[in-house]
């Protein structure tokens, strides 16, 4: 779905990705990720011109296609990985 700014050291790079599953919102991960994954994954993320959905916080969204595998917690009533 997109990407918030990285802040110091991870400026460069992006702050969290901004997770969605079939189009709907799940929540943002930030944490877990190596500098060389930071790097490789910020190469592929492509920016799409499109209306964000409003998640509360700033972010870019990408071209939809890529995958990931999320560790959480818990999902919450809102269908939020938390």
Known sequence: MGY???????KPFFGSLVLALNGEYRGCVGSGFSDYELRSLKEKFVPE???????????????PGLKAQIKYYQITDAGVMR
Do not use: D, E
């Open 49 to 63: 011109k499109r209306t964000s959905l409003a998640i509360g916080k700033a972010y870019t969204p990408i071209q």
């Open 4 to 10: 918030t700014p990285g802040k110091n050291s991870r």
